[in-house]
């Protein structure tokens, strides 16, 4: 997986996270583990290559803190929306979905099968 912050990407400021099909499915099974524990934050960019040029912190937690980084809040209550648009991501075919983020100018786009290593070398 790999993840980077764009600013206007396709329109919007995002965090972009692309992997592959289990990567995906790798994150949808980290999400939900996360939701149901006693945990209060994780880095998700722990679990990903970091764009060198366009680097991002994401931190999925289940309610907004003022730490530094990208917060992606995901609690019990969130759980089931998060994850009813991060499976379809792993069925096979290429596609994205779009999460907010506490930081209300920028969004979160999980992506598979879109961006791979050329992409990221060209643009990341």
């Known amino acids: 997986m790999r993840h980077g ?3 206007n990407f396709k329109g ?4 972009l996270l692309s992997g592959l099909y289990t990567e995906i499915a790798d994150l949808n099974a980290q999400v939900r583990t996360f939701a149901q524990s006693e945990r209060t934050e994780i880095a998700l960019h722990d679990f990903a290559t970091v764009s060198s040029r366009h680097p991002a912190h994401l931190i999925l937690s289940k309610q907004p803190t003022s730490s530094a980084g990208f917060h992606w809040v995901c609690s019990i209550v969130e ?3 998060v994850q009813a648009k ?3 991501l792993i069925l096979g075919e290429p596609g994205h979905q779009y999460f907010d983020l506490v930081q209300a100018d920028t969004q979160l ?3 598979v099968g879109e961006y791979d290593d050329t992409w990221w070398l060209h643009h990341g």
């Open 109 to 111: 786009m999980v992506s």
């Open 86 to 88: 991060l499976s379809p």
């Open 79 to 81: 759980l089931v929306t």
């Open 5 to 7: 912050y764009f600013n």
């Open 12 to 15: 919007a400021n995002t965090v």
